[in-house]
Every structure is written in C-alpha cells, then in structure tokens.
C-alpha cells in the first residue's frame, strides 16, 4: 500500500452523505486489491511512481483562472477549477428538458437516480476509479428527458492551477430517444494530480456527441476515464484528444447492453518530447447486432513514450457483430516510444471482426519531396503529421469544434519538433 492511497484511505472513511454505501463498497475494495504491483497487466506500463510516494494536498477554491474558450460554440459550462465547481447552477438558464445537478446539493429525487447510476457503468478494475468513488464530493448529474433533443453543448470543463488532488465526477443520464452532445474538457501544467471520471447511460434510440479533451502538459498528473452503457439503438460518437504529461492516463469503456447499438470512437494523441500517455479501451459486445468503430492514431515525440491498449470482447451471446479496431502511430525520432496492444477475444461464431496496429517514422522522401519545394522543414513537418491524423479532424461532426482544433494542433505539432 502506498502512503498516497492510505492518506486517502483514511480521508474518505470521514466522508459520508448518501452515497455512502456506495463509498463503502469502494473503500472494501481498495483495501483488499491495494496499489497495483508492478507485474498488474493494466498497470505495469503506467509510471506510478510520483503517485505512490506523493502527500495528499487539499484542494481550496481558486481564484485566478482562465476557462478556455471555443469559438462560436457557446456551450453550456460547468467549471471545476482545482476540483471544485465554481459554477452557481441556479445562475444557468437550461434548456427544456435537460436537469443539471451538484451531487453536494441534489434534491432526494435526483440523488435517488444518482444512486442508481453511481458506479454502475465505470468498471471496479481501476484502482483510481475507486479511489474517485470513495472520496470525490465535487461532480455533477445531468440527465436528458425522453424524446428530448438538446441543441446546446455541455461542457464540463476540469482546470488544474496548482498543486493540490483534485477529484470530479459527471453522471450523465440520457433518457430514451434523445440526443446530447457532452465536452469534458480538461487543462492545466501545473504539479497537481487529478482523477475526472464520467459515467454516462444512453438509453434506448438515444444519441450522444460526445468529446474529451485531455490537454494536461508539464508536471502535471492526470488519470480518468469515460464510461458509457449502450441500450437498444442507442448511437454514441466519441471523439478523444490528448496531449502528453508527467503521467496521463485515460480509460474508455463501451459496454454494449442492448441490441442494435452502435459505437464510433476516435482517439489521437500528441507527446512532446518526455511526455507520457496511456490510453486504454474496452469494447464490451453483450447483445447482437452491436456495431464498433474504434481508430486510435498517435504522434509521439523524441524521448517521449505512449501506450496503447485497445480491447474488443464478443460475448457468447453478441452474434451479427460488427467491430473493428485499429491503433496507428507516428515516431518522431528513435528515441520515441510506443507500446500498443490491440485485442480480440471472441465467444461468438457470427461475427465479423477485424484489428490492427502499425508504427512508423516520417517518411524521408515525403520530408525532401517539400523540403525541394522552398517549404521550411518545420512547416513541413507540420504539413506531415497533420496529414496523419487529418482523417480523423475531418470526422468531428461539430464544424466549430474542428475550426477551433486544426490551429491548435498545427501549434501543438511545431513544439514537439526534434532539436
């Protein structure tokens, strides 16, 4: 046990509100399966290390901060600055049909729906999702009506200003035939350590747009996860973004329950040079006629080190299965490095299924072809690694969003160039 998860521990058996059964069941499990070992298959290419030997520092609310803006895409936003929601709810005129509440102050009639989806659809496996379940007092539960389609994004935006551990939580309810487009995004450089999990229940011919923007950079510590439950038709396209930190870990489980469900996720990752990232997912196939489209694509700079674990499981009982998955990625130097592990495990005989990974380095001919033209060679490797990922920017159904993006990555793209 390390002195981290045994400080928090002792914090979490002070909190108590009613989730509290919920807490205890996650604080029974902690105690029994401790801190990863170093041989844990989910954990062991994941450094741990600043974690394990860090002190507890409490969170307090901030002050100054700057909550980044997308423009032309007026979001609803619900801001945790250092792990504490600073946004006044009753200020925010909601849409009808959409209900937002603090889990601090919900009202017995939501907290008995938070009940029921607290910790129900993120899986138990992952040691700082249940650290998150035991002691996280800071989050939100937004739940969408029936029938209802909500045009306004909601952002959920997690900044990070200093050091301190920051932990947040969004439950997120869509109830049948309805659409919702959700954006977690998270910022910050600064030494903190932070746990953002969201759990979401997309209910049967529901839709949810969904992004997460995982922009931690420098010494900052990030580890989190989006979980999603499928129902009958239900459709869920999520796109993923992340850049590279001290340590930055993110976890994506779809869980296919209901029939005829489709699932397009889209992940890239951008590592400058020293960074890490690891991004693990799970495909749950549990009913027939589910549909899976997962591509993942990293660019990963010098000395910097990525991971990938990519997971699609057919149950006995998912025939007429469609699912495919693939990992690609892009070294900007010998020096870079990417571990990925793409996966099929199949129970059923009527599928079709298909994975791959590829790792490359730029292409020299490509590098002179533009070079031999009067383009400046970090002009050109810009032009190059965003032709990598280009597909996947073009796939991003908010035209706001991709305008907002392309720019940024462009940036992001000349700072990771080899020196």
Known sequence: MSQWLT??????????????????????????????????????????????????????????????????????????????LVTNLNDIRLPTG???????????????????????VKPTRHVFGLVNDAICQQGIYIEVDENCSIDTPLRIVNLA?????????????????????????????????????????????????HYRFAFFT?????????HFSLQDKANLNSTLVAYGSEL???????????????????????????????????IEHA????TTEENARGIIGDRARAVFSGRIHIHRDAQKTLAELNNRNLLLSRRAMINTKPELEIYAD??????????????????YYLLSRGIKRSKALVMLNFGFIQELVNDIDNENIRTWLSPMLSERFASMEVK
């Open 161 to 209: 200003t200093k050091d301190c551990d920051a932990h947040t939580r969004a439950l997120v309810n869509l109830g049948k035939n309805s659409q919702l487009k959700v954006i977690e995004h998270g910022s910050g450089s600064a030494a903190s350590f932070t746990t953002a999990f969201a759990e979401y229940a997309i209910g049967q011919e529901a839709r949810l747009e």
């Open 218 to 226: 420098g010494a900052a510590k990030q580890v989190g996860g989006s």
């Open 350 to 367: 009527d599928v079709k299924c298909a994975h791959g990974a590829t790792v490359a380095e730029i292409e020299e001919q490509a590098l």
């Open 287 to 290: 009913m027939p006629n589910g």
């Open 7 to 84: 400080q928090v521990i002792d914090d979490a058996k002070r909190v108590d509100d009613f989730l509290a059964p919920m807490r205890q069941q996650a604080l029974s499990k902690l105690q029994t399966q401790g801190w990863p070992h170093a041989r844990s298959e989910e954990w062991r290419l994941t450094p741990l290390t600043s974690i394990k030997e860090r002190t507890v520092e409490a969170s307090s609310v901030a002050v100054n901060y700057i909550v980044p803006q997308i423009k032309g895409l007026n979001p609803i936003d619900l801001v945790f600055v250092d792990g504490v």
């Open 248 to 282: 930055s870990r993110l976890d994506v489980d779809i869980i296919h329950a209901g029939e005829h469900a489709n699932a397009k996720m889209n992940a890239i990752y951008l590592l400058a040079e020293g960074e890490f990232f690891d991004l693990h997912s799970t």
């Open 98 to 120: 959409l209900s937002v509440y603090a889990l601090s102050d919900a009202p017995s009639a939501a907290q008995t729906k938070i009940t029921a989806l607290f910790g129900h």
